[in-house]
Nanobody
């Protein structure tokens, strides 16, 4: 499975972005689909996870602001990011099992 992330960009604090992750193959059999991020000088961290049953997990820092969703028919995972903060600036990666997307840069100006 190849993963292609898109949707990053430059946004002002308080703004929103919607990231998409398109999979080249079926994600139906993949239980957990994830979004990670890596800020400059920091370790990669899990931002959000969604399971096949629709249950989700979020990092405490994004709870209430980010929403992860998946469409197994379209082999797509999205991350809606609202009320963005400067500290959300990072490269965001889509992940499933040991497959990683190329990353999309999100820059939030204060």
């Amino acid at each position: 499975v190849q993963l292609q992330a898109s949707g990053g960009g430059l946004v002002q604090a308080g703004g929103f972005l919607r990231l998409s992750c398109a999979a080249s193959g079926s994600i139906f059999s993949i239980n957990a689909m994830n979004w990670y991020r890596q800020a400059p000088g920091k370790q990669r961290e899990l931002v959000a996870r969604i399971f096949r049953d629709g249950s989700t997990n979020y990092a405490d820092s994004v709870k209430g602001r980010f929403t992860i969703s998946r469409d197994d028919d379209k082999n797509m995972v999205t991350l809606q990011m609202n009320n963005l903060k400067f500290e959300d600036t990072a490269v965001y990666y889509c992940n499933a099992l040991y497959f990683w997307g190329q990353g999309t840069l999100v820059t939030v100006s204060s």
